[in-house]
């Protein structure tokens, strides 16, 4: 992954997850349930998959992948939902 797209999705990170991130948008969605994480977030054709701790106000970024088609890479390897 390059640097720049590294920084681009930190950036969409830290803004789409500050308030509220458990409220579905056009790049926010809950999953069905799965072993990764509850909520992915859409950064071009990446993928940021994280938990929300309500209780404790903590969003985990727990994986972000690359999007090739219907094909999810995680750390070069294919993953499936």
Known sequence: MR???QRRIVESVEE???NPPTQETRNRKRLRPNEL????????TFRAFYDVDEENDIV???AVG???GNVLLIHGEEYEL
């Not at 994480?37 to 071009?44: F, I, N």
Request: glycine share 0%; net charge positive; aromatic share 10%.
């Open 16 to 18: 789409q997850l500050r």
């Open 60 to 62: 985990k970024v727990v």
């Open 3 to 5: 640097t720049c797209d």
């Open 66 to 68: 690359y999007k090739q």
């Open 37 to 44: 994480a509850e909520w992915e977030l859409r950064v071009a």
